[in-house]
């Protein structure tokens, strides 16, 4: 009797599964969505959920976002994305750097499938990695800092030493040092993208040496925000706000709009013109965006970084225009010329003004 | 605060999280119970600590019904091992496991929110003392009461009869219950006890030391406390200096970053697992001191149906 109850019940799953597979062939796209943190009201997954809610919004039922959060990266989460080609997933979206080889194996075996990766710099036909030039918006949180710190003294709490967070640490000391030469920047990394208890520890631990501005610096959770407001440091962070942890010291947010970006990759994926390749976006794509500044930048300042921000937008500016020195104090950026993109996107050293030495 | 008296102090806060935990899990070593499940017992009550606290803004509270959490895990462990003698390290493990789901389950609604810690002691004349005042007497009530637990602890296990009775379970379990003890009863307790402090060390955690929640923000420091136990070779000052050691690693590491010190940051963030092995491999070297001190029937399982 017992087994027969559970044959039926078997039978039944393996047809539900099977219409399912049918109606969603004939109709909606499925889209697989791998998050490395889990989803909440702020932070990197935020951002991305944001960004395929609009996605959603304008495909309705033709879409349908299949989400898995907070998984490690490794062999789990190559395990999770080929169950979800498995699955029928057909446009796969990859939220965190590590899970980069693995979805690039899964994209070369499976070439009907598009699969966009964030963080990342290996390409392929159907595989596309996307970046924000978090940069951009760091040079205008350092302008802001330069002109609220007394110390002189900034203070980076920051995940792991990879180009896309040593660059816009980078970004955000040129920003500070642009405004006033004597600016020091010191760098925390926790090798960790989650242990909310040291990002906390050490953002107490630049404090007790003397920085008066943080930035939280791929920190998915207000740890390092909320210290801010509490031994009265201005903070900023990346990708969402933060400012209800922090009322009077936020300093702003460089946020992150991936709407743009997803719409336009969906709508290629199923045009059928899907085209890999290094996607790496900033202001002039509206993706990198710096808002909620905080009052105490005086109306000047806030006019000079507005100038700043339409002239990098414009393309007129770049944050890597020399001359840039190196922590050594030679130059690697000669007056008059620019970084070249590859450079900064695989960039390995600080610039002048971070006293931090860099992990290698 | 300069940076030296933020070292100071700060380890004294990040210590009591693994002093909490460890000094639990020695009771329960000491009645012969390896718990492993020390991680997922902690997330647990990180969990319901915070969401209590959040919801009713009452730290004791919070503090409370997480230590309840912690016991509601451990029994778990202890109903499987202890009644239905299942294996206590697959057990632990297992327990360990779905208290890391669960934790995030209770939590899902809180991901990623804050609350106000509490305010930190303040002594006349102590507290305003340079540098031992900041360092010493401005830390929160639970640095103290986890010190002072610590003291009775040690008096308990080596002084009482209920430590004795606690002791004779993990020694020797049958001799125990020839005398009388009732073993399945001193085990169950023990567990329990292990659990509260879990329990506590958790919403330390989370409310305290972190005052926010965020899955996975335990991140490893149940298993130090587990590896602490070893460490100490089950002494309870050792225990204690073993914690303070901890803490003082792991903070360092902090500090030598933002101070400038060319080391890399990788190896610093590997130091507390570094030293754990370390510590281990030396204090197994010499296996004749490890047995000396190890409960002799620790980890065993124990059906009470011999004859008395």
Redesign the interface.
């Known amino acids: 009797m017992k087994l027969n109850s559970l044959k039926k019940m078997a039978l039944a799953a393996a047809l539900s599964v099977a219409a399912f597979g049918a109606t969603a062939k004939a109709e909606t796209l499925d889209i697989g969505v791998l998050l490395p943190s889990p989803i909440a009201d702020v932070g990197w997954s935020h951002a991305l959920v944001e960004g395929f809610n609009t996605v959603k919004e304008k495909y309705g039922d033709k879409v349908n976002f299949n989400v898995v959060e907070n998984i490690q990266e490794g062999p789990d989460a190559d395990r999770i994305m080929n169950k979800m080609v498995g699955d029928g997933n057909k446009f796969l979206l990859l939220g965190s750097f590590g899970y980069m080889n693995g979805g690039l194996k899964l994209a070369q075996r499976n070439p009907d499938l598009s699969f966009i990766h964030a963080s990342g710099y290996k390409t392929a036909k159907n595989f596309s990695p996307f970046t924000a030039k978090y940069f951009e918006g760091a040079y205008l949180m350092g302008m802001a800092a330069a002109e609220l710190t007394k110390t002189k003294k900034l203070g980076v709490v920051s995940a792991f030493a990879i180009p896309e967070l040593i660059s816009t640490i980078n970004g955000f000391t040129l920003g500070a040092r642009s405004i006033d030469p004597e600016i020091t920047v010191d760098v925390i990394w926790i090798n960790s993208w989650f242990d909310p208890a040291k990002a906390q520890a050490s953002a107490k631990a630049l404090i007790a040496q003397g920085a008066d501005i943080l930035f939280s610096n791929a920190q998915d959770t207000p740890s390092v925000v909320s210290v801010g407001e509490e031994e009265g440091a201005y903070v900023f962070n990346l990708n969402s706000s933060m400012k209800e942890y922090a009322p009077t010291k936020y300093l702003g947010v460089v946020k992150t709009d991936w709407a743009p970006f997803f719409t336009a990759s969906v709508e290629a994926h199923m045009a059928g013109n899907f085209d890999g390749k290094n996607e790496w976006l900033g202001m002039k794509e509206n993706v990198v965006v710096s808002e909620d500044w905080n009052s105490d930048i005086s109306p000047e300042m806030m006019a000079k970084i507005k100038a700043v921000e339409a002239e990098i937008a414009s393309g007129a500016r770049h944050v890597y225009d020399g001359p840039i020195f190196n922590q050594a104090g030679e130059e690697v950026v000669a007056a008059g010329s620019r970084l070249e993109d590859g450079a900064i996107l695989g960039i390995d050293w600080h610039v002048q003004g971070i006293n931090s030495p860099l992990p290698k | 605060?300069?940076?030296i008296?933020?070292?100071l102090a700060?380890t004294m806060s990040?210590a009591t999280v693994f002093l909490l935990a460890a000094l639990g899990e020695l009771v329960a070593e000491k009645s012969g119970m390896l718990n492993l499940g020390v991680e997922g017992m902690m997330a647990v009550a990180a969990a319901v600590g915070f969401v209590v606290t959040y919801q009713t803004g009452n730290h004791f509270l919070g503090f409370a019904i997480a230590g309840i959490a912690g016991i509601l895990v451990s029994l778990v462990f202890a109903v499987v091992s202890i009644t239905f003698l299942a294996n206590q390290v697959a057990t632990g493990l297992a327990v360990g496991i779905l208290g890391l789901g669960l934790s995030?389950l209770i939590g899902?609604q809180h991901?990623?929110?804050?609350i106000t810690?509490p305010g930190t002691l303040n002594i006349p004349i102590l507290s305003d003392i340079p540098f031992i005042g900041p360092v010493f007497f401005q830390q929160n009530i639970v640095v103290y009461l986890t010190i002072l637990l610590a003291i009775a602890i040690s008096f308990c296990l080596n002084k009482t009869r209920l430590g004795l009775a606690i002791r004779a379970a993990g020694e020797n379990p049958k001799a125990a219950e020839a005398l009388s003890y009732r073993v399945k009863m001193i085990r169950y307790g023990s567990v329990a006890f292990g659990g509260l402090l879990a329990g506590f060390a958790g919403a330390y955690?989370s409310t305290i030391?972190?005052?926010?929640w965020?899955?996975?923000?335990i991140?490893g420091?149940g298993w130090i406390a587990v590896a602490l136990v070893v460490f100490g070779t089950w002494k309870t000052g050792r225990i204690f200096l073993g914690a303070y050691l901890f803490g003082m690693v792991?903070?360092g590491e902090?500090?030598a970053?933002?101070?400038?010190i060319?080391i890399?940051?990788?190896l610093l963030?590997a130091m507390p697992f570094i030293v754990t092995i370390i510590v281990l491999a030396v204090i197994s070297s010499n296996g004749a001191r490890l047995k000396l001190h190890a409960p002799y029937a620790l980890g065993e399982t124990y059906d009470g149906s011999e004859p008395r």
């Open positions: 605060m300069t940076p008296e933020f070292f700060g990040a995030a899902k991901e990623s929110l804050t810690p955690a030391y972190t005052p926010l965020a899955d996975g923000m991140a420091r792991s903070l902090l500090v970053q933002s101070l400038g060319g890399p940051s990788q963030s």
